[in-house]
């Protein structure tokens, strides 16, 4: 009996606590004078929206500073899950979905379909293209000076070319 329960609780997953993530500022999302004085990042994730015209509500305030809080990066919506949920902010995977459509129809976020299957938003919205890394899904930023796209086919009539996204697929060198 005894030698059965030490099993099962050798067998429990440890709960690691990793110090590098974030953990939401909750209390900030209900004391907005506070944090307008200390202008940290929650501050301006609050005032981005603003700009843009987007009500600043909690869901959107929450998952706008985590995104937004780490610098340029990109993430899937099921990442921003994750994280939203190890930051003790319960949310559902629609309303991550849902928010990341609304920042990007906004021009807080560019949309990169990368694969079928696999849709990043780039927290840097402006002009530049991407390594991707297949079998890692990793994504890197290059400089749009750094790629020349010398011919754009015509579009078809009563269309114009919005911009021009360029994916290069890298993988590791195989050895000879
Ligand atoms: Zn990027």
Redesign the pocket.
């Known amino acids: 009996m005894s030698e059965t329960v030490r099993t099962v609780q050798m067998a429990m997953p440890r709960v690691v606590v990793e110090d590098a993530e974030p953990v939401l500022p909750i209390a900030r999302l209900r004391d907005s004078a506070s944090v307008s004085r200390t202008g940290c990042p929650f501050h301006d994730v609050r005032h981005m929206l603003r700009e843009v015209g987007l009500r600043p509500t909690r869901q959107r305030l929450a998952l706008g500073w985590l995104l937004f809080a780490k610098g340029?990066r990109?993430v899937s919506a099921e990442i921003l899950h994750e994280e939203a949920i190890k930051a003790r902010f319960p949310v559902s995977l629609a309303t991550v979905y849902n928010t990341l459509h609304q920042f990007t129809e906004v021009g807080l976020l560019?949309e990169?379909a990368v694969d079928g299957s696999k849709t990043y938003f780039?927290t840097?919205p402006s002009d530049?293209h991407?390594f991707f890394v297949e079998g890692e899904n990793n994504?890197?930023?290059i400089p749009s000076a750094a790629v020349e796209v010398e011919r754009v086919p015509e579009p078809p009539e009563g269309y114009e070319v919005a911009r021009i996204d360029v994916v290069v697929r890298l993988r590791p060198k195989r050895r000879s």
Do not use: A, E, F
């Open positions: 340029d990109h560019r990169l780039d840097n530049h991407h994504l890197v930023d």
